[in-house]
């Protein structure tokens, strides 16, 4: 190449990848990872089986948070748990005999915002 200087005679890695994507990094060991999706599973039946109605919503991962699979009640309350993917979220749901929805296409139940409502309006104390 004429008028350009080689970059590997320089020293320099020419593979940059400005334009890649960066995939978060996930520094738990695999025990880790095994013992919070045990926890979360233990978490998820427990309140499916102590509450009426429930229905699952897969939520997507998003900046800040992983993939989680939230769980609303008849009534409104609701508990939210990261899961490792969507199979395994369907998976749950069907074992757990409770309706799975994706939250991006069908959004949150009405019920689950008047609950998060009433609660901000209870009196403290």
């Known amino acids: 190449?004429?008028?350009?200087?080689?970059?590997?005679?320089?020293?320099?890695?020419?593979?940059?990848?400005?334009?890649?994507?960066?995939?978060?990094?996930?520094?738990?060991?695999?025990?880790?990872?095994?013992?919070?999706?045990e926890a979360a599973k233990a978490h998820l039946q427990a309140f499916a089986a102590s509450r009426i109605g429930v229905e699952a919503f897969l939520e997507p991962a998003t900046v800040l948070d992983r993939l989680s699979l939230l769980l609303v009640a008849g009534d409104g309350e609701s508990t939210r748990r990261p899961v490792p993917d969507e199979a395994w979220a369907r998976k749950w749901a069907a074992s757990a005999s409770v309706p799975y929805f994706n939250a991006e296409v069908s959004g949150y139940p009405q019920r689950l915002r008047e609950y998060n409502r009433r609660q901000k309006l209870r009196p403290e104390g």
């Open 1 to 37: 190449m004429l008028g350009r200087p080689d970059p590997a005679a320089a020293g320099h890695n020419c593979a940059m990848g400005l334009f890649r994507r960066r995939r978060p990094v996930d520094n738990r060991s695999r025990a880790e990872r095994r013992a919070e999706t």
